[in-house]
């Protein structure tokens, strides 16, 4: 069973870079998307982007200036970056795995345990 | 349309049946697919591509559409099912993955 796994700092200063790693295991990497959703405490889900394992990319259009998703293959993980960040950014971060059903890729089947990432000075 | 309406609440009796729905004009075009949260814990899938169950979910869980609304039943609630309900499915671009707002269910 695939299992995904969420690293990085835990704190973060106003106007940094948040950085975040997600390792894949147990299953295959190839031939999947896959995706970093966004939790900020108390509230809803927020989808922030996936990467296809050859590198192809699609943003929230709300966070697309300030976000990189990149994948690493030969390591079976992929990244986030998301610059210039304020309060609002603090949450729960959770990478994904995507599946594709009913002709779309939408479906998160398997999720990292999260990590809260905070922005603070 | 960029938007996936759940009502915030729902209680429901123990051992009685419950619906959580989920409002959008995507969802005439792209199916629906429901997350199960409890505090403190990833999300996991419980329905997909409108009425699928991955392995290991209960059949008391079923999902549904008619037109804009899609529904998450669960017959026969159990206290373990008392958590938070997030649909998902694209915005009508299909360029955008929507999650719904939420529903914290209660199972009294």
């Known amino acids: 069973q695939v299992q995904l796994q969420e690293s990085g700092p835990g704190l973060v200063k106003p106007s940094e870079t948040l950085s975040l790693n997600c390792n894949v295991s147990?299953?295959?990497?190839?031939?999947?998307?896959w995706s970093w959703i966004r939790q900020p405490p108390g509230k809803g889900l927020e989808w922030i982007g996936y990467i296809y394992y050859n590198g192809n990319t699609k943003y929230n259009p709300s966070l697309k200036s300030r976000v990189t998703i990149s994948v690493d293959t030969s390591k079976n993980h992929f990244s986030l970056k998301v610059n210039s960040v304020t309060a609002a950014d603090t949450a729960v971060y959770y990478c994904?795995?995507?599946?594709?059903?009913?002709?779309?890729?939408?479906?998160?089947?398997?999720w990292g345990q999260g990590t809260l990432v905070a922005v603070s000075s | 349309s960029s938007e996936l309406a759940q009502d915030p609440a729902v209680s429901v009796a123990l051992g009685q049946a419950v619906g959580i729905t989920c409002q959008g004009d995507s969802l005439t075009s792209y199916s629906a697919s429901w997350y199960q949260q409890k505090p403190g814990q990833a999300p996991v899938l419980v329905i997909y591509?409108?009425?699928r169950r991955p392995a290991g979910i209960p059949d008391r869980f079923s999902g549904s559409t008619s037109g804009n609304t899609a529904s998450l039943t669960i017959t026969g609630a159990q206290a373990e099912d008392e958590a938070d309900y997030y649909c998902?499915?694209?915005?009508?671009?299909?360029?955008?993955?929507?999650f719904g707002g939420g529903t914290k269910l209660t199972v009294l």
């Open positions: 591509a409108k009425d």
């Open positions: 998902s499915s694209r915005d009508t671009s299909g360029n955008l993955v929507l």
């Open positions: 994904a795995r995507v599946t594709c059903s009913g002709g779309t890729c939408s479906v998160f089947d398997s």
């Open positions: 147990g299953g295959p990497f190839r031939n999947y998307f």
